[in-house]
């Protein structure tokens, strides 16, 4: 390739992303201008995106591109001017000629010039003074995938090409953007996420440490107390001697010990921050706005409403809500087959609408935001709502259900019959409806991005979609458990609920296990069996059971312990290893160890191949005796507070005990014994500080593990926390469920010796 060549390459690359940005500015401007033709500011920033399009594609050479682009501006200026009126012949013309804008600009499409000339005299026509008396039918405007789909990567809008160095782009901020592979993308969000869970690994450390610190200032409190008896008795030189150097290295070691731990402490801290700050800088690299994904969708709602005789306008809220760009693109489809849905199948013609005293013109809203972790969208339009009967009639036709089951069935249970396959209530097939591929679709791709969809209709109100899905698939808020003495994660999108069950609550019917939940009986199965791992003796009286739904599909699943909820950042495993059953991928835990994401749908699949083959093994529970549970000493001034922990504490099999301050706990302590202490540091008649010092001198309880929760979360409020005894230190304003319950793990154990 020639130099010139080259050069071509790159300013026609430029001018397919210029047109990519101002076609968008130009649909979207035209579509606001049809409801309202005299908005100056929309009839401004089209033709400037005209004008624009039609200096690039003069300065590449792309003729065509200069031909369709002038006329559109021509048209445009003489509206500005009041010489013309835009009608809706005039607004269908001008849109036509954005998707031919598009056509021209896209690398590899060759565009007629027989079209491009069409187009121009359709233009002039609009535009001659004498035809403005005679309505001027546009050609039939084709909706093309090709001229309304924009990937999600190259949507930031551009300046003019006149303006922008070769090679720069920027947002409308200013920012300038880059192009970074998705691999480099997924490369940075594994390593910052490597580093993260590395990081929490200090934590152990620094505990073992600070146990070391609290052990070696009893060594010397006990080397002096020796000291002391030996005085009584005559020492030889060398003696004494050697006792003062004892305590002389004790206490250097001690020294640099604490001075060691403190800097360890600091670095800990600071690194958690960074490694923190670092994940969510390269999680956000991935976010993009949901208005990526909207490009094109006004445009085709309003194309297919008109070919439909119908009118019908787009309405967005949140379009700047973040969202993964691999669940943007994923998002496409099923957005725009319950778009076309609404139109075809929702919105009534003018004429019905007005009869039935609403606007001629239908609305469509569509509306993104965040909700615990979630994008939530929800779909909605003010049409006629679903035709229950007519759903009730077409499942007895296609045999779905007995009619007089099917007189019974409620509106709920009536419109997951949309959901079935091939399912529809059209009887001729046309361009946009009728073959049978409808809402079962949607919810597959919404299940694929472990989401949810739910429908709900007001009949003569409308319809309204519900979607639910994770705002990135590089993370997972899943329920983590023990099976077999390993950690396996269950997506809390699969989730119905977790529980105890108490050996009468499981029943045999039809020679399986059962349990009752929500006025049905649902089989339970053992985790074990489904993921080959050794059953193990389970001694508690109560069975900790996942609920499990997947569609009609419901099971409970017997698992050994519930570690509790995490946030995970999903390791894709090794291609090599190919599809691994019941399997999706991996993570890693706080502490570095490895846990397995379940694929909650291939773990159905099983459960069924078991019941099929007869091969279900039933749950043994043992009866023997149950081991003292640990028990524990909450002290807290706020009684708020103390009861949170008592029932998280007891929820997980310990055994509580609770002081109202710190000299009612010194009392508990002195006449009971305790696995573990967990005392506040403001308290009215001794504080936590004076009770940690406390309980260090007295030879009996020295050794017992201390937490310190405070609402204190300084760095020297910790240190003095840390100094006095205490080997935990959590601050009250990131305490949460997990963090508390971790912290007693990582102190004393499981709830059980």
């Given at each position: ?81 009041r010489r013309l009126v835009l009608r809706a012949e005039h607004i269908d013309a001008l849109l036509q ?564 301050d710190g000299m009612d706990g010194w009392n508990a302590l002195r006449a009971e014994d305790f696995d ?5 540091i403001d308290m009215p008649r001794m504080d936590g500080i004076e009770l940690v010092s406390l309980l ?58």
């Amino acid at each position: 390739m020639t130099p010139d060549q080259m050069r071509d390459a790159s300013l026609l690359e430029l001018f397919s992303l210029e047109a990519e940005a101002q076609t968008q500015v130009l649909s979207a401007g035209l579509l606001a201008l049809e409801r309202d033709p005299t908005q100056a500011d929309y009839l401004e920033s089209c033709m400037r995106a005209a004008h624009s399009l039609k200096g690039a594609a003069r300065i590449v050479g792309v003729n065509a591109g200069v031909s369709v682009a002038h006329v559109m501006e021509d048209c445009l200026v003489s509206a500005q001017e009041r010489r013309l009126v835009l009608r809706a012949e005039h607004i269908d013309a001008l849109l036509q000629g954005t998707d031919l804008l598009t056509r021209i600009a896209t690398p590899g499409n060759s565009i007629a010039a027989q079209d491009v000339d069409a187009y121009v005299a359709l233009m002039g026509q609009l535009l001659d003074p004498a035809a403005a008396q005679t309505p001027v039918v546009p050609p039939r405007i084709e909706m093309q995938a090709e001229a309304l789909r924009v990937e999600p990567a190259e949507a930031e809008p551009l300046v003019s090409t006149e303006a922008v160095p070769k090679g720069k782009r920027v947002t409308e901020g200013g920012e300038r953007v880059l192009r970074v592979t998705a691999e480099r993308l997924n490369s940075l969000l594994d390593l910052s996420s490597k580093s993260l869970v590395e990081t929490q690994r200090l934590k152990p450390w620094l505990a073992t440490m600070q146990r070391l610190k609290r052990q070696q200032s009893n060594g010397l409190r006990a080397l002096e107390e020796l000291n002391v008896h030996l005085k009584e008795h005559a020492l030889s030189l060398q003696a004494e001697e050697a006792l003062n150097d004892a305590r002389r290295l004790l206490a250097e070691t001690q020294q640099l010990l604490a001075q060691k731990t403190a800097e360890m402490d600091e670095f800990a801290w600071q690194a958690g921050q960074r490694a923190q700050v670092l994940y969510d800088t390269a999680l956000a690299c991935r976010m993009r706005p949901f208005a990526d994904v909207l490009s094109g969708q006004a445009r085709m709602v309003r194309d297919l409403g008109r070919s439909l005789g119908k009118q019908v306008r787009l309405e967005i809220e949140g379009d700047k809500t973040q969202v993964d760009r691999d669940v943007l693109e994923r998002l496409e489809a099923p957005l725009t087959h319950l778009l076309r849905n609404a139109v075809d199948h929702g919105i009534e013609s003018p004429e019905q609408r007005v009869l039935a005293g609403k606007p001629a013109e239908g609305l469509i809203r569509l509306r993104a935001s965040h909700q615990a972790g979630l994008l939530v969208l929800e779909l909605a339009d003010d049409g006629a709502g679903v035709d229950l009967e007519r759903v009730r009639r077409s499942v007895v036709e296609r045999g779905l259900s007995p009619e007089q089951t099917a007189a019974n069935l409620s509106e709920e249970e009536l419109l997951t019959f949309l959901f079935l396959p091939g399912f529809s209530l059209r009887d001729t097939v046309t361009e946009v409806s009728g073959r049978g591929v409808g809402l079962d679709a949607v919810q597959h791709m919404v299940r694929q991005l472990r989401g949810a969809v739910v429908l709900e209709q007001t009949a003569g109100e409308g319809s309204r979609f519900h979607l639910e899905v994770p705002l990135t698939l590089s993370v997972v808020r899943s329920l983590v458990v023990e099976v077999g003495g390993e950690a396996y994660a269950f997506p809390l999108a699969h989730i119905e609920r977790m529980c105890d069950l108490a050996p009468e609550d499981i029943v045999q019917v039809e020679g399986r296990q059962h349990f009752w939940h929500e006025g049905r009986h649902v089989g339970l199965v053992a985790a074990s069996q489904l993921l080959n791992r050794p059953a193990s003796q389970n001694n508690n009286q109560a069975l900790k059971v996942v609920v499990i739904r997947e569609r009609e599909a419901i099971y409970g699943v017997a698992v050994e312990r519930f570690i509790g909820e995490r946030t995970l950042v999903v390791l894709p495993l090794d291609e090599r290893l190919g599809k691994i059953q019941d399997i999706s991928a991996g993570a890693l835990l706080d502490d570095g160890s490895v846990v397995l994401i379940v694929d909650v749908e291939d773990l159905l699949r099983s459960v069924d191949k078991l019941l099929d083959t007869g091969r279900l093994e039933r749950i043994a529970r043992q009866n023997q005796t149950q081991t003292p549970r640990k028990r524990i000493l909450v002290v807290d001034d706020s009684l708020t507070v103390r009861e949170l922990q008592r029932k998280l504490l007891l929820n997980r099999g310990y055994d509580v005990a609770v002081a109202v301050d710190g000299m009612d706990g010194w009392n508990a302590l002195r006449a009971e014994d305790f696995d573990l202490l967990i005392t506040d540091i403001d308290m009215p008649r001794m504080d936590g500080i004076e009770l940690v010092s406390l309980l260090r001198r007295d030879n009996r309880l020295q050794s017992l593990p201390v937490m310190v929760v405070s609402y204190k979360d300084r760095e020297e409020d910790r240190r003095r926390g840390l100094d006095a005894g205490a080997d935990y230190y959590l601050a009250k304003a990131s305490f949460h469920d997990d963090a508390l319950l971790d912290a007693v793990v990582e102190l004393i154990g499981g709830a059980r010796a």
